[in-house]
């Protein structure tokens, strides 16, 4: 079993609760197609050369790369997809490795030979399970949240909930049609091959967007006690970058009426009788930063650190002027990563 690093999970719902779409000038092609009988929708927006596949999180679809996937058209095909049983794409499953199959299927479909594969956040599972069992269909990979290595099980055995009550939370796409906690569940049996053997080498060429430590920077962070506004972790908000989601952060930690709103959001009874309890308790979140710090911290940086000891030279780490990332920067602050992906995207055409 594994588990999301808690802060590359914070995205799935905080954003998607803060965040609206907006109407937008259309700089894409919306399309569908068959891929193994599942109907798969995918933005088109158009370029030539070397085919890049944007691939969403959790909670997200295609069109959350509207803005960026015209970034990155000068001398790439640039196409972004909606994941099954995401958005617009029929249901499938969930699973990690199925996910990732459908990703190769799709480009099949559209005679794409080899690709340069870009996601953030949860999706980073798909990037490593393609880099890992499809390196002779992959041009590249780019990791938009940091090295991100959520797998390991030591948050099942969180004696607090404070991991599985935040799954169950966490709303995604397609949600009054899905059980969120059997997503959940089907992405977390993920485990990827190098984590268990140290002589495993990927050979496909990596690009990680890191915050100026090399890794994400939030590491010591837990998204449930960010959620209630615990006061435990003031000092990592307060180093988010400027953005909805930090609005949305600074307004649940000091607006008790918005918190109380945002609880009241989740659809899971058992979830939103939890964080309720957690928001009032500080005794309790106490605990559940004890666990993480002396569970989860520790497995969390030793899973980064295979992640990048396996694409070994592979790997190109930039280093962001900042403390933190959260892997949306693609959308808040494309200035910050635009130039390392095209220069990455250069050397490999």
Known sequence: MNKYNYFTLLVLFLFTYSCKQTKYEIKSESKFIQVKGIKTHYLD???????????????????????????????????AVTRPGYGESEI?????????DHLIAFADVLGIDKAVFIAN???????????ENYPNRLAGVVYLSGPVA???DVS??????????????SPVANSEKNDRETITLARM???????????????????????????????????????VGSPLMDELRETFPPSSLKRH??????????????????????????????????????????????KVYPVTLEAQDKLMKAYGQNLKLVRLDVPQIIGYEYRDTPELIILPIKSFLKDLN
């Open 249 to 294: 952060l600074d307004l649940i930690a000091k607006d008790s009426v918005y918190r109380i709103t945002e609880l009241n959001k989740i659809q899971d009874s058992i979830a939103r009788n939890y964080f309720f309890k957690l928001a009032s308790d500080t005794s309790l979140q106490r605990k559940v930063l004890e666990f993480h710090l002396e």
């Open 189 to 227: 049996e993920y485990r990827p091959k190098h984590y268990d053997s140290d002589s495993i080498q990927i050979d496909v060429p990596a690009l990680v967007i890191a915050a100026n430590n090399g890794r994400e920077g939030n590491e010591k962070g837990v998204a449930a006690l960010v959620f």
């Open 156 to 169: 099942l055995e969180d004696p607090y909930k404070a991991f599985e009550m935040y799954g169950r939370a």
């Open 150 to 152: 959520p797998w390991g």
């Open 45 to 79: 927006f158009g370029g030539d050369g070397l085919p890049i596949i944007l691939v969403h999180s959790e909670g997200w679809d295609a069109t959350t790369y509207k803005d960026f996937g015209p970034k990155l058209t000068n001398n790439n095909r640039v196409i």
């Open 121 to 131: 956040s949860s999706a980073s599972k798909e990037l490593t399970y393609l880099a």
């Open 92 to 100: 499938s499953s969930y699973k990690v490795e199925n996910q990732g």
